[in-house]
């Protein structure tokens, strides 16, 4: 299975992205899928998650209300849609999956795409 993130970027303060995960290799629609990030000297953080029918979001706190994550199943592709960023949000961003539940990462990591956002 590969998963094949683009879409990150440079960008300033409430400004917006969207991040794009490929899968192949393996029965994407089936997955409860996610998004992860790292910054510099912090641990992966959970991000958001889709389940495989694409019913039911979760989202950490920090961006609850800002960023959207949805999936296309015939494309194979998830996104991650986010608005209003601020310089916290800057960091690696990982597409993840399956998820075992709905912040717990599954096994298959993309290479990660780089969000950086200024003041």
């Known amino acids: 299975v590969q998963l094949i993130e683009s879409g990150g970027g440079s960008v300033q303060t409430g400004e917006s992205l969207r991040l794009s995960c490929v899968v192949s290799?393996?029965?994407?629609?089936?997955?409860?899928m996610g998004w992860f990030r790292q910054s510099p000297g912090k641990d992966r953080e959970f991000v958001a998650s889709i389940s495989r029918r694409g019913d039911v979001r979760t989202y950490s706190d920090s961006v609850q209300d800002r960023f959207t994550i949805s999936r296309d199943d015939a494309k194979s592709t998830m996104y991650l849609e986010m608005n209003n960023l601020k310089p916290d949000d800057t960091a690696v961003y990982y597409c993840n999956g399956p998820l075992s539940a709905s912040k717990l990462a599954g096994i298959y990591w993309g290479q990660g795409t780089q969000v950086t956002v200024s003041s």
């Open positions: 290799g393996g029965t994407f629609y089936i997955y409860r």
